[in-house]
């Protein structure tokens, strides 16, 4: 099944300055990639994914980037701001039909004021 | 609109009893998804159903777990005779799931169990 290792699992950045999480996938066949954001006690929000057909994809302050030859992905946020603070987490597809996401590990994000 | 909802949002359970967690997805969403969250951890598959059926059990890490969704719509996780293990948030997803390709999934708030 679908391996999805992600790091660092923890990254403290300055406010204003850029933050990049990172993630590498097992199954070649993987088309599929989204990142979740969760806030300490709250559901997992999809803050932006993106599918294989594409090399990147921007919304604002953050970007997704997709390597497939090296089967690896990469969130970007710029400009970071206290409100950025939480838990990021990767995921790919899994399993009959690839529907269901196998997610990574986690990265806690702490924006300093 | 009204995005997926789970009741309860706590429950604490005495280890070995039974107990039934439910999930409202969102309205004529296809596919249901259920995942289990351990403090500090992403979250872990558990199993999908889209509309009534059934199509992957395989993140079930017992029989002692089971889940149904017998109308398409709503749909229960049960969990027979909890252990302590069994303590973590589990989560509830749905998505579009149609053949326009819509695969987001929505979360809902979680269902946090305690056993003791």
């Known amino acids: 099944g679908e391996n999805v290792e992600q790091h660092p699992s923890t990254l403290s950045v300055q406010e204003g300055d850029s933050a990049v999480i990172k993630c590498t996938y097992s199954?070649?066949?993987?088309?599929?990639f989204p990142w979740y954001k969760q806030e300490l006690g709250k559901r997992p929000q999809l803050i932006i994914d993106?599918?294989?057909?594409?090399g990147e994809k921007k919304d604002q302050r953050i970007a997704v980037t997709l390597n497939k030859t090296a089967k690896h992905f990469s969130l970007h946020i710029t400009e970071t701001q206290p409100e950025d603070s939480a838990v990021y987490f990767c995921?790919?597809?899994?399993?009959?039909?690839?529907?269901?996401?196998?997610f990574g590990s986690g990265t806690r994000l702490q924006v300093q004021p | 609109g009204a995005g997926v909802s789970q009741s309860p949002r706590y429950k604490v359970a005495k280890r070995g009893q039974d107990v039934a967690l439910r999930c409202d997805p969102i309205?004529?969403?296809?596919?249901l998804f259920w995942y289990q969250q351990a403090l500090g951890q992403g979250p872990e598959f558990l199993t999908y159903?889209?509309?009534?059926?059934?199509?992957?059990k395989s993140g079930l890490p017992s029989d002692r777990f089971f889940a149904e969704r017998p109308e398409g719509s709503v749909s229960t996780l049960k969990i027979q005779r909890t252990q302590q293990e069994d303590s973590a948030v589990y989560l509830c997803?749905?998505?579009?799931?149609?053949?326009?390709?819509?695969?987001?999934?929505?979360f809902g708030p979680g269902t946090r169990l305690t056993v003791l």
């Open positions: 997803a749905s998505s579009l799931g149609s053949s326009s390709g819509s695969i987001t999934q929505y």
């Open positions: 199954d070649s066949a993987s088309n599929y």
């Open positions: 993106i599918r294989s057909n594409v």
């Open positions: 995921a790919a597809p899994r399993g009959t039909g690839r529907r269901a996401l196998t």
């Open positions: 309205s004529g969403h296809v596919s």
């Open positions: 159903f889209q509309n009534e059926a059934q199509l992957d």
